[in-house]
């Protein structure tokens, strides 16, 4: 799958209806950021069964905010609707299957537990 581009409109939506969505927080300006492109174009296509999703954040200013965007390139990947992963800077591909394959493998049950028990204690 190639990537997609997502807006404030279509995020909820596009992190609630799949499985295991990355998140590229991006600006055309930024170096590292077009530097990061073909790699993170290249994992949608080596990964079809995951949604890669771009965020143009000149364009999305309010949900980069609310995502709590601080440094570009971030990429951020939630799984089962859960936050599971958040990094500014440039990955290199290897560096990126690491990002994917620790995605992948993580024990949902433990996540989701983990979650509600800080949501107890909060």
Do not use: Y
Request: net charge negative.
């Amino acid at each position: 799958m190639a990537t997609i581009d997502i807006t404030e409109k279509t995020f909820d939506e596009t992190i609630t209806d799949n499985s295991i969505v990355l998140v590229d927080f991006w600006a055309g300006w930024c170096g590292p950021c077009r530097m990061f492109a073909p790699t993170f174009t290249a994992a949608s296509v080596k990964h079809p069964e995951i949604v890669f999703a771009k965020v143009d954040t000149e364009a999305e200013q309010g949900l980069a905010a609310a995502a709590g965007i601080r440094s570009i390139p971030t990429l951020m990947a939630f799984r089962d609707k859960v936050l599971v992963f958040s990094q500014p800077g440039a990955l290199n591909a290897a560096s990126l299957d690491e990002v994917i394959a620790g995605v992948q493998n993580l024990d949902m049950a433990a996540v989701h537990a983990s979650v509600a028990a800080q949501q107890a204690s909060a």
